[in-house]
C-alpha cells in the first residue's frame, strides 16, 4: 500500500523555523522525484519545491527561494523541507507529492500535474504571533 505520512507542522512565530518531513512506503522511495505543495484557506493549491529521484536537481518557487531547503534520505524513505525565517503568508496546508521521473527537476517538472501520482494528507502549518 503506497503512503506518503507528512508531519512536523505546527504553529510558529514569524522568523521561526520548521522543519517538514515527508515518510513514504509500499513503492521504491529512490525512483521518484517528490514536490511540496501547499494550500492556504481559500488559496489554490501552489507549488513550493520539488526535487529529483537522486537529490542532484531541485525547483523552488520564487515566494520560498532562499528560505526553504528540500532534501531527501533515500536510505530513510523519508523527505525533508526545512522552512526558514516563516511569514504569515507562509501559513497552510502542507502536501507533498511522488512521481517516478527519471531527470533533472525544473519549473516544468515541478508542478502538481506531473509530481502528483502520490499524496499525502497534508500537514497545517500556522505563522503567526
Known amino acids: 500500500q503506497v503512503q506518503l505520512v507528512e508531519s512536523g507542522g505546527g504553529l510558529v512565530q514569524p522568523g521561526g523555523s520548521l522543519r517538514l518531513s515527508c515518510a513514504a512506503s509500499?513503492?521504491?522511495?529512490?525512483?521518484?522525484?517528490i514536490g511540496w505543495f501547499r494550500q492556504a484557506p481559500g488559496k489554490e493549491r501552489e507549488v513550493v519545491s520539488c526535487?529529483?529521484?537522486?537529490?542532484?536537481?531541485?525547483y523552488y518557487a520564487d515566494s520560498v527561494k532562499g528560505r526553504f531547503t528540500i532534501s531527501r534520505d533515500n536510505a530513510k524513505n523519508t523527505a525533508y523541507l526545512q522552512m526558514n525565517s516563516l511569514k504569515p503568508e507562509d501559513t497552510a496546508v502542507y502536501y507533498c507529492?511522488?512521481?517516478?521521473?527519471?531527470?533533472?527537476?525544473?519549473?516544468?517538472?515541478?508542478?502538481?500535474?506531473?509530481?502528483?501520482?502520490?499524496w499525502g494528507q497534508g500537514t497545517q502549518v500556522t505563522v503567526s504571533s
Open positions: 509500499g513503492f521504491t522511495f529512490g525512483g521518484y522525484a
Open positions: 507529492a511522488a512521481r517516478s521521473i527519471v531527470g533533472p527537476i525544473d519549473r516544468s517538472m515541478c508542478t502538481m500535474e506531473k509530481i502528483g501520482r502520490y
Open positions: 526535487i529529483s529521484l537522486g537529490g542532484g536537481s531541485t
